[in-house]
C-alpha cells in the first residue's frame, strides 16, 4: 500500500497481524481496518505499508530477514502475546492451528535488521507491539539494540489498542522519525478514553523512556498479580530519559505461554 512521494527511498512500515480464521477476538481485524483506513486517508505521507496477515513464525522470519533492502523502519505486531513475552504465529497459512514462540525467537529477526546492525546496517528504528503482556518481549528487544520499541504491561482492551494504532501512526506520518512524540499522542488518546490502560503503556527508548514505575512491578509481583496497570493517575509510570538499550547476546526464555491475549 503506497502513499506519498519522495526521491529518497520510502520508510516502509511492516505490518504483522497473527490470528485463528475466524477468530472472535477482534483486536486483529480492528488493528488490520485501522492501518487500511489510514493509509487511504487523503493525509497520509512519508510512509508505505505492507499488512501480512495470518502471519507464520518462518514467514515473519524470512520478511523481516530482507527488511533492510525494502527500508523498513518500523515493525508492527498485533495479536496474542503470553505473559512471559512468547509471540502467537499461526502455524500454516490457513490459520487453524497457533504456536507460541518466546522472546528469542522474535527477538533475533529483528536485532539482525535494526539500524546499526552489522557491517551492512538495517534499517529497522522502532517495534511496536501493540498486544497484551509485550513489555518483556518489549525489555529483550531494547537489550539487543532495537531504538525505540512500543509495548504494554498487562492487559489491553481491543478497541483501546486499535486506537492507540491509529492515533500513533497518525502522529508519525506527520513527523516521520518522532516516535516520542507519536506515542505521547497515542496515549493521550487511551487516557482520555481509559485513564487505567494509559497507565499500561511503555516507551523503551533512549529518547525520553516511559515505563511502568519500579515500585508497581514490584507490588504486582508481590501481589502475584499480571493484569493491574494502575489507577489511572499516571502516578504508575516512571520517566528516564537517559535509559539506554544494550546489544546482549540471546539468553531469553523460550517457554511457551499457556495464558495468551
Known amino acids: 500500500i503506497t502513499g506519498g512521494n519522495s526521491r529518497e527511498p520510502p520508510r516502509r512500515i511492516y505490518a504483522f497481524f497473527s490470528k485463528q480464521a475466524g477468530d472472535s477476538i477482534q483486536v486483529h481485524g480492528e488493528a ?10 487523503s493525509w497520509w505521507k512519508n510512509f508505505e505499508l ?14 523481516i530477514r530482507n527488511s533492510s533492502d525494502r527500508n523498513v523502519v518500523t515493525a508492527y505486531f498485533a495479536g496474542h502475546c503470553g505473559e512471559d513475552g512468547s509471540l ?27 539500524r546499526g546492525a552489522g557491517p551492512a ?6 517495534t511496536v507491539l501493540n498486544t497484551c503482556y509485550s513489555r518483556a518481549l518489549g525489555l529483550a528487544l531494547r537489550e539487543h539494540g532495537v531504538m525505540h520499541v512500543v509495548c504494554w504491561h498487562g492487559k489491553v482492551r481491543d478497541a483501546i489498542a ?41 516507551f523503551l527508548s533512549d529518547v525520553g523512556q516511559v515505563d511502568i514505575s519500579p515500585a508497581l512491578l514490584e507490588a504486582q509481583d508481590n501481589a502475584g498479580a499480571g493484569s493491574g496497570c494502575g489507577s489511572g493517575s499516571g502516578a504508575s509510570l516512571h520517566t528516564d530519559a537517559t535509559v539506554p538499550g544494550k546489544v546482549a547476546e540471546d539468553g531469553d526464555d523460550s517457554r511457551m505461554a499457556n495464558n495468551t491475549k
Not at 99 to 108: D, H, I, N, S
Request: glycine share 8%; net charge negative; charged share 30%.
Open 32 to 41: 488490520q481496518k485501522v492501518m487500511e483506513n489510514l493509509v487511504g486517508s
Open 50 to 63: 505492507d499488512l501480512f496477515v495470518l502471519s507464520t513464525y518462518d514467514s515473519f522470519r524470512d520478511t
Open 88 to 114: 502467537c504465529f499461526n502455524k500454516d497459512s490457513s490459520g487453524v492451528e497457533m504456536e507460541m514462540l518466546g522472546p528469542k525467537f522474535v527477538v533475533r529477526p529483528i536485532a539482525g535488521a535494526r
Open 121 to 126: 546496517g538495517g534499517t529497522i528504528e522502532a
Open 162 to 202: 486499535a486506537k492507540f494504532a491509529e492515533e500513533f501512526f497518525k502522529e508519525l506520518t506527520r513527523s516521520p522519525t518522532n516516535y516520542k512524540e507519536a506515542f505521547e499522542a497515542g496515549r493521550l488518546e487511551v487516557e482520555r478514553l481509559d485513564a487505567s490502560a494509559a497507565d499500561c503503556l511503555c
